[in-house]
C-alpha cells in the first residue's frame, strides 16, 4: 500500500501563473478531501468527494480555486491565477466510507509557495 | 456548528516530564468521533488514535494516555516521561456522524517542544 500520494512535493511559483495539485488516493477509497494548512488559520477542509462527485465544497475559498476527480484514482486542485496568500501547505486524504469516522488517510502535501 | 478548541498554543517541556495536552469540543450530534494527530518538523500528518463517543474508557498506548470526558466535552491527551522525539505539532479533531462522511474538523494545534 503505497499510501496517498501527492505530487508535486513543493511548488514554488510567479503570482498569476496557474498552480496544479495532485492526488492520488489509496486503491479502493471513495472518498477524497483536500485540506489547506496555513498558520493563521490552520488546518482548513476546502472540498471533499465522494465516489469522484465533489459532495462539499463549500471551503474553496474563491472561484479561483478548482476541484476534479476525473476518476477514482486521481485528483487536482486548480488555482488559477495564484496570488502570495495562496502560499500554504495542501493535504489531500482518502478513506473509506465508515473509515473516515475512524481516520483518514493523508498525503504528505504539497507545500505551495507564490511570490 | 461543530468546533475544536486547543487552548494551548506551545507548550514547553524538559525531557522525561509529563505533559498533557488539552482539547475541548463542541457537537451537537450524539454520536462523533474524536482524534489526534501527530504533524513532526518533516510536517506529515500521523493518525494516533480514534475514540468514538459512545467510549469513554481511557486509553494507553505506551507512553501515551488519553482522558475522555463526555461530561465536559474533552478529548486530553497525556504523553508520560516525554522525549525529544515527541516534538511536534498535535492536533485534536471532531467528526460527527450527521456529516456521513467523517469529515474532520481540526483545532488549532499545539506545539509540544521537548528539551533535552
Known amino acids: 500500500d503505497a499510501g496517498v500520494i501527492q505530487s508535486p512535493r513543493h511548488e514554488v511559483t510567479e503570482m498569476g501563473q496557474e498552480v496544479t495539485l495532485r492526488c492520488k488516493p489509496i486503491s479502493g477509497h471513495d472518498y477524497l478531501f483536500w485540506y489547506r494548512q496555513t498558520m493563521m488559520r490552520g488546518l482548513e477542509l476546502l472540498i471533499y468527494f465522494n465516489n469522484n462527485v465533489p459532495i462539499d465544497d463549500s471551503g474553496m475559498p474563491e472561484d479561483r480555486f478548482s476541484a476534479k476527480m476525473p476518476n477514482a484514482s486521481f485528483s487536482t486542485l486548480k488555482i488559477q491565477p495564484s496570488e502570495p496568500r495562496d502560499s500554504a501547505v495542501y493535504f489531500c486524504?482518502?478513506?473509506?466510507?465508515?473509515?473516515?469516522?475512524?481516520?483518514?488517510?493523508f498525503g504528505s502535501g504539497t507545500r505551495l509557495t507564490v511570490v | 456548528a461543530q468546533k475544536v478548541t486547543q487552548a494551548q498554543t506551545e507548550i514547553s517541556v524538559v525531557e522525561k516530564e509529563d505533559v498533557t495536552l488539552d482539547c475541548v469540543y463542541e457537537t451537537r450530534d450524539t454520536t462523533y468521533y474524536l482524534f489526534w494527530y501527530k504533524q513532526p518538523p518533516s510536517g506529515e500528518l500521523v493518525f494516533l488514535i480514534r475514540r468514538n463517543s459512545f467510549d469513554e474508557q481511557n486509553e494507553i498506548s505506551g507512553r501515551y494516555s488519553w482522558n475522555f470526558q463526555k461530561s465536559t466535552s474533552s478529548f486530553n491527551f497525556t504523553i508520560t516521561a516525554s522525549q525529544v522525539v515527541d516534538s511536534a505539532v498535535y492536533f485534536c479533531a471532531l467528526s460527527g456522524l450527521s456529516s456521513n462522511t467523517g469529515k474532520l474538523i481540526f483545532g488549532q494545534g499545539t506545539t509540544l517542544q521537548v528539551k533535552p
Open positions: 486524504a482518502s478513506s473509506l466510507p465508515g473509515q473516515g469516522l475512524r481516520g483518514y488517510t
